[in-house]
């Protein structure tokens, strides 16, 4: 498999950027109650998940992005496919999925931060 492929499916699953063994989180996303807590440090390479105090602020952009991304993609995708003749119908499509993504969202947005921004290299 190719590398960037790699890295893009190991975001996905938000594993260790070092060791790409242990997730970054401590629960499974669907375990909506534990689902955005992180360990401090890898449980396999003992990485720091957080190098410095605030660094994930800047996961809002990504968060950001990925919202725009599934926003326009369920909107156009509805009014396309189906061409509903009432506006809640486009409306509904567009917030309750993204709603329902948001902890996925809120993990991805995380992992590709300290991917990118962490600094972090691969062991
Ligand atoms: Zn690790």
Not at 39 to 55: K, L, N, S, T, V
């Amino acid at each position: 498999m190719n590398k960037g492929v790699k890295m893009v499916r190991d975001i996905m699953l938000t594993k260790c950027p070092a060791c790409r063994q242990e997730s970054m989180f401590a629960a499974r996303a669907v375990d909506l109650a534990h689902s955005l807590k992180m360990h401090r440090h890898c449980p396999h390479c003992g990485q720091d998940f957080i190098p410095e105090p605030g660094f994930y602020f800047g996961a809002m952009y990504f968060s950001y992005a990925i919202n725009v991304a599934l926003m326009v993609t369920f909107g156009v995708g509805v009014e396309v496919l189906f061409s509903p003749e009432r506006i809640w119908i486009t409306l509904a499509s567009i917030f309750v999925p993204t709603l329902l993504l948001s902890p996925w969202n809120f993990r991805i947005s995380r992992a590709i931060m300290l991917y990118t921004m962490g600094g972090v290299k691969r062991r």
